[in-house]
């Protein structure tokens, strides 16, 4: 059985507008967007800003309400929890901040940081307890126990990072949400943060839906690909498969986008003309249209179903075969 | 720690001298002075006035009237007041108290009312909540204070709830005992005076308040205590409003200084006998020992209040407590 379950997710942002402020419309978002993550796994999810991703992240762990779809964590159907039935449950999945400066309270120790979660569940018995185990954690992460005491103003972004990985850690979460966890660090680090966090999941079991715009660290990192463009997921299937071979016109243009470190190869660069359409009024048909290089009549009014198109690959796209 | 606070001390001195220079020489500038009223009165001579002007160092330049004064506030004299005789001291202290009360029960009832509705409106953004509070701040900051107090003594005259004028009824003049029913009367005649003058900061305190909760509830701290399981109580109460507090702190220092240096408009428009009061009268009679005694009080004040604030602000912030 899969560990996370996702169905036709959607979260329409209402747009009012005048003095009563009426709905004029909807941000879609996140627009019907299915998705499932073994124990264990690393689903990586790409696509430019604004396509959707850190709302699809946190529309996944309630952080915010999902407009419709179904949200299945171990069995329990996460959209059905209120109160504090939800907040019981929370232990189960956490999440990992792109801003490791504004992700940390900077009126709280460190200990205060990673412990607090362990004194709201009763997951150690009494304050010697959890002191013990925020130490763990912070060995756990790379950083010295006795860090505890300081706060987090007195660290590097990396090692703030860090903190924010132990505060994660701290309820054994069986699923965590990394929200671009490495793009505000400096490359070196970043390689340390995404080496921990491998080192981590094999040590904890723990499954991650990792959130980057960067394909290459999305390969390194995880088995499958997700990419999502205007809301809806566009590709997904297996990440080097993906990245030898992607099948959406919209993945090759990304793909083709990252750098290679050779100097001398003379690779086709494909840019897209124009930017990314107002999710507000989205295209008919395939929203990536306007943009493709190989549209054709039926893409301007015929919706794409994500469809496999070899085993194991999904694309929306009428074209990939 | 201790060598700061010394320093922050040190620095008080020459901002109390420059505003005392400043006072007499601003006093030099205007036209006449405490005894010009006097020169048209025919049964004073003109040699009596010469005699009086320099008893009280008028008929020297100002920089020696200040030299003078200097030498006297040193040895802790302030000297006596030329409209009322008696020594400008004593006089303050006369008038601190009247002011303190009306000042502190200003100060509480804003900020008693301007917090938690501050809050709320923050936590329920854009409810009808939130909607009613900006409508509040919004007359609150639109409206001067003058034409709330002109308002107020309108309603006090017409209704005749409430007492016009003074701190307490007439029956009380002279009368030494203190008994329930004359504080009862002193909280009567307070109630109005306070209301206005707390009305008038209490819509900048709410917005200030709303806005910096605001910035903090959507900071991923706060997002981050939510996806740990934490209540919303606590998620608001222990992440978001203690970041929440610093400028409040600072605006706080700033109103403690208005504690007693006085408000002038209220208090001249419900005939309060308080500082504000007292400043105004010796300003325009040009009583000038009482108008620089009052001014290097009122600034004195002022940084007292800025301290405060700072203190208070390195208690709350780690982040500038270690700093310094």
């Not at chain 1, 699809?56 to 999902?66: D, F, H, N, Q």
């Not at chain 1, 491998?198 to 079991?205: I, R, S, T, V, Y």
């Not at chain 1, 205007?230 to 793909?255: F, N, Q, W």
């Amino acid at each position: 059985m899969s560990l996370l379950e996702v169905k036709d997710l959607k979260v329409h942002f209402p747009v009012r507008q005048g003095l009563f402020s009426r709905v004029k419309g909807y941000v879609r978002a996140v627009d019907g967007v299915s998705f499932s993550i073994e124990p264990g796994e690393t689903l990586g999810l790409v696509g430019e800003s604004g396509c959707g991703k850190t709302t699809l992240g946190r529309a996944v762990i309630r952080l915010i309400e999902p407009t419709a779809g179904s949200v299945v964590l171990e069995g329990a159907d996460l959209r059905k929890l209120r109160g504090e039935a939800l907040r019981q449950k929370r232990r189960t999945f956490q999440m990992i901040f792109q801003d490791p400066v504004s992700s940390l309270n900077p009126r709280m120790t460190v200990g205060q940081i990673v412990g607090e979660a362990l004194e709201i569940h009763n997951l150690a018995p009494d304050a010697a307890a959890r002191r013990e185990r925020v130490g763990e954690l912070l060995k756990s992460v790379g950083l010295d126990p006795l860090h505890a005491q300081r706060y987090p103003h007195e660290f590097s972004g990396g090692q703030r990072q860090r903190i924010g990985i132990a505060r994660a850690l701290a309820v054994r979460p069986k699923l965590i949400v990394c929200d671009e966890p490495i793009s505000a660090l400096d490359v070196s680090v970043q390689a340390q943060i995404i080496n921990l966090l491998g080192d981590l999941q094999q040590q904890e079991g723990v499954a991650y839906l990792f959130i980057a715009h960067d394909l290459a660290v999305v390969e390194h990192i995880s088995r499958r690909v997700m990419v999502m463009y205007l809301g809806k997921v566009v590709e997904m299937g297996e990440s080097r498969s993906l990245c030898r071979d992607p099948k959406h016109p919209y993945t090759k243009a990304l793909i083709s986008a990252v750098p290679v470190v050779d100097p001398k190869s003379k690779r086709q660069r494909m840019l897209l003309p124009g930017d990314v359409p107002s999710p507000i009024n989205p295209p008919s048909g395939c929203p990536f249209h306007p943009r493709c290089p190989v549209a054709e009549a039926r893409c301007k009014t015929e919706v794409p179903e994500l469809r496999e198109v070899t085993p194991g690959r999904w694309a929306a796209c009428h074209l990939a075969q | 720690m201790w060598t700061y606070l010394f320093q922050r001390l040190l620095h008080m001195i020459p901002i109390l001298i420059g505003v005392s220079l400043l006072t007499f020489l601003l006093m030099s500038l205007t036209p006449g002075d405490y005894y010009s009223k006097l020169e048209n009165n025919p049964q004073i001579t003109k040699e009596k006035l010469t005699q009086l002007r320099a008893k009280a160092h008028l008929d020297r330049p100002w920089y020696v009237r200040y030299g003078y004064w200097m030498k006297d506030a040193l040895r802790g004299d302030l000297g006596y007041s030329l409209e009322y005789k008696i020594p400008v001291s004593e006089l303050i202290v006369m008038r601190l108290w009247n002011t303190f009360v009306l000042a502190l029960a200003a100060l509480l009832i804003a900020w008693l009312v301007a917090l938690p509705l501050g809050i709320w409106a923050a936590v329920r953004k854009d409810s009808w909540v939130d909607r009613g509070c900006a409508m509040i701040a919004f007359l609150g900051l639109s409206i001067p204070e003058i034409l709330l107090g002109l308002m107020a003594l309108l309603f006090a005259y017409a209704s005749g709830w409430f007492p016009v004028s003074g701190v307490e009824s007439n029956r009380y003049i002279g009368v030494e005992d203190w008994d329930a029913a004359r504080v009862l009367n002193r909280l009567h005649h307070l109630t109005l005076p306070a209301l206005v003058l707390a009305a008038s900061s209490l819509a900048g305190i709410m917005r200030q308040m709303r806005s910096n909760l605001l910035d903090t509830l959507r900071a991923d701290y706060v997002t981050a205590a939510r996806a740990r399981g934490l209540s919303e109580g606590w998620v608001v109460g222990k992440h978001a409003l203690r970041n929440a507090i610093n400028p409040l702190l600072t605006i706080f220092g700033y109103s403690l200084a208005g504690l007693l240096s006085g408000a002038f408009i209220i208090e001249n428009i419900f005939s309060w006998p308080g500082l504000g009061r007292l400043t105004l009268e010796a300003l325009t009679s040009q009583d000038y020992r009482l108008v620089v005694a009052t001014v290097v009080m009122a600034t004195g004040l002022l940084m007292v209040g800025n301290f405060i604030a700072d203190l208070l602000l390195a208690w709350s912030d780690p982040r500038i407590r270690l700093r310094e």
